[in-house]
């Protein structure tokens, strides 16, 4: 297990730092492969390890890491729920699902939980370092075939162009009062979009609308 000193709760890095990662899984050997791959980075490190998910909640409060790769299934705690007692704490938590779980449930709970990236185990490791970087920066990236199961939940009707506008810069990770900013409106008015963007997808978050959006062509995620 690694040791780091814990910084104020949310705040955000100094510029410069290194990109630091919690790894949750029960499995020893996968948490040794994920450590020779992310501490081999120039720019990341692994600041703690765990084995389940009550100590995935403990060492992330105690480590405040820019990023956590969280396995779905682990003994004490599992994934999702380990997901929402972070996320619950910490709103701007970075969770990145890394398992060999893709069913249509597993996706959805997770997501629903907070999750901002789910990748699969077989995922090429570029791709892993990838996500972790641009989940560090502000994006919702999951892998195709997880968008694929997660917005066959739902149909998607379409959007109209102000709409899109919002959706786009949504996926790009913005927060309301950034958006607000970018497009002058006031904050009930994008409140009501939202909403609307949400009935019309069929959806009940902003990750999964971003997710439907993409999946039916509606927008693109940011590159």
Same mark, same amino acid.
């Given at each position: 297990?690694?040791?780091?000193?814990?910084?104020?709760?949310?705040?955000?890095?100094?510029?410069?730092?290194?990109?630091?990662?919690?790894?949750?899984?029960?499995?020893?050997f996968i948490r040794l492969g994920l450590r020779g791959l992310i501490d081999a980075q120039p720019d990341m490190e692994v600041?703690?390890?765990?084995?389940?998910?009550? !100590?995935?909640?403990?060492?992330?409060? %105690?480590?405040? #890491?820019?990023? *956590? @790769?969280?396995?779905?299934?682990?003994?004490? /705690?599992?994934?999702?729920?380990?997901?929402?007692?972070?996320?619950?704490k910490h709103p701007q938590a970075n969770v990145v699902v890394l398992t060999t779980y893709d069913g249509d449930e597993d996706?959805?709970?997770?997501?629903?939980?907070?999750?901002?990236?789910?990748?699969?185990?077989?995922?090429?490791?570029?791709?892993?370092?990838?996500?972790?970087?641009?989940?560090?920066?502000?994006?919702?990236?999951?892998?195709? !075939?997880?968008?694929?199961?997660?917005? %066959?939940?739902? #149909?998607?009707? *379409? @959007?109209?162009?102000?709409?899109?506008?919002? /959706?786009a810069l949504v996926a790009k990770g913005l927060t309301n009062r950034e958006i607000q900013a970018v497009l002058s409106i006031?904050?009930?008015?994008?409140?009501?979009?939202?909403?609307?963007?949400?009935?019309?997808?069929?959806?009940?978050?902003?990750?999964?609308?971003?997710?439907?959006?993409?999946?039916?062509?509606?927008?693109?995620?940011?590159?």
């Amino acid at each position: 297990m690694a040791d780091g000193a814990a910084r104020t709760p949310d705040a955000p890095p100094d510029e410069g730092t290194k990109i630091r990662v919690l790894i949750a899984d029960d499995h020893a050997f996968i948490r040794l492969g994920l450590r020779g791959l992310i501490d081999a980075q120039p720019d990341m490190e692994v600041v703690a390890e765990a084995a389940d998910g009550v !100590e995935a909640v403990r060492l992330y409060e %105690a480590h405040r #890491p820019d990023v *956590a @790769l969280m396995d779905l299934r682990m003994p004490a /705690l599992e994934g999702p729920e380990a997901i929402a007692a972070i996320v619950r704490k910490h709103p701007q938590a970075n969770v990145v699902v890394l398992t060999t779980y893709d069913g249509d449930e597993d996706v959805y709970r997770a997501v629903q939980a907070g999750a901002r990236g789910y990748l699969l185990k077989d995922t090429f490791p570029e791709e892993t370092l990838s996500v972790i970087r641009s989940v560090r920066s502000g994006r919702r990236l999951f892998a195709p !075939e997880v968008a694929a199961r997660l917005s %066959a939940r739902s #149909p998607g009707t *379409a @959007l109209n162009a102000h709409e899109r506008s919002i /959706l786009a810069l949504v996926a790009k990770g913005l927060t309301n009062r950034e958006i607000q900013a970018v497009l002058s409106i006031a904050e009930g008015t994008l409140k009501h979009h939202l909403k609307r963007i949400f009935e019309k997808l069929e959806v009940t978050d902003r990750t999964e609308a971003a997710l439907v959006a993409v999946q039916h062509g509606i927008i693109r995620f940011p590159r």
